[in-house]
């Protein structure tokens, strides 16, 4: 995925700032502006996950260098979270940690006549994910620069919440008496 320049220049200011705190910056998405506030989110994880308060002390942080450093024009609303399940993906690596999993992919322009792709990641290369989608026997080739937006489609069919299928509890076995 090629970022804007501003949301590039988010990123490099980002970064260093997350990996001090031994945090992966996941994404960074700045929509809106105009008449109205920005809204920029930025989304950091790490294994075993992050917790709210390293997130709002990140948030604290970040806030203060994008102050001095001015990369969005205008007011604009700071969020600070972890990417959740459906999380956003931006990167190269991003794509390689879900190989095998469902995406769903938004690209800047037409391929093949279809602009919206939702399917299973068979391979991430340097330039290009290898998207299986459904009824078709062969996987299509995206190349990284087209897509606008991709986000990783978590199947809680395939991962049951709780102890049983789909969030609901097991029934308890009767007791004969």
Same mark, same amino acid.
């Given at each position: 995925m090629q970022l804007d320049?501003?949301?590039?220049?988010i990123w490099q200011l980002v970064e260093p700032l997350a990996r001090a705190e031994g945090l992966e910056l996941v994404g960074v998405d700045l929509r809106g502006g105009g008449k109205g506030a920005a809204k920029l989110?930025?989304?950091?994880? &790490?294994?075993?996950? $992050?917790? #709210?308060? /390293?997130?709002?002390?990140?948030?604290?942080?970040?806030?203060?260098i994008l102050d001095v450093h001015d990369?969005?024009?205008g007011r604009y609303v700071l969020e600070?979270?972890?990417?959740?399940?459906n999380r956003l993906l931006c990167r190269p690596d991003?794509?390689?940690?879900?190989?095998?999993?469902k995406v769903r992919v938004r690209t800047r322009e037409p391929i093949?006549? &279809?602009?919206?792709? $939702?399917? #299973?990641? /068979?391979?991430a290369g340097e330039v290009e994910l290898m998207i299986k989608l459904?009824?078709?026997?062969?996987?299509r080739a995206i190349p990284y620069e087209m897509i606008k937006r991709a986000n990783y489609q978590y199947d809680f069919g395939a991962h049951p919440i709780g102890p049983g299928?789909?969030?609901k509890s097991p029934e308890k076995p009767r007791e004969e008496g």
């Open positions: 320049e501003r949301t590039e220049r989110a930025v989304y950091l994880d &790490r294994p075993g996950g $992050v917790t #709210v308060e /390293e997130l709002a002390a990140l948030s604290r942080q970040l806030g203060d990369p969005i024009e600070v979270s972890s990417p959740g399940l991003h794509f390689r940690q879900v190989v095998g999993g093949q006549g &279809r602009s919206n792709f $939702v399917g #299973v990641v /068979e391979a459904p009824g078709e026997t062969s996987a299928k789909r969030g």
